[in-house]
């Protein structure tokens, strides 16, 4: 079902705190302390399949949080 309503979400580190985001210089997932330079997306579906995929590659599941616009 299509909103006329955005959702947004982003991934915090349980372990580090921050929200994760991408790297300008050489693309890595790192902890951001701001929400501006958090890794947003744009769907739930995303996020949770970007959560599962970090899980597999670095051990942990990132909290997925929705965001209020």
Given at each position: ?69
């Amino acid at each position: 079902m299509l909103s006329k309503y955005a959702e947004r979400y982003v991934l915090r580190s349980c372990s580090e705190g921050g929200y994760l985001g991408i790297n300008a210089v050489d693309q890595r997932i790192e902890s951001q302390a701001s929400l501006d330079r958090a890794w947003i997306f744009h769907s739930h579906d995303g996020a949770v399949k970007h959560a599962l995929w970090i899980r597999e590659v670095f051990g942990e599941a990132p909290d997925l949080v929705k965001l209020d616009l």
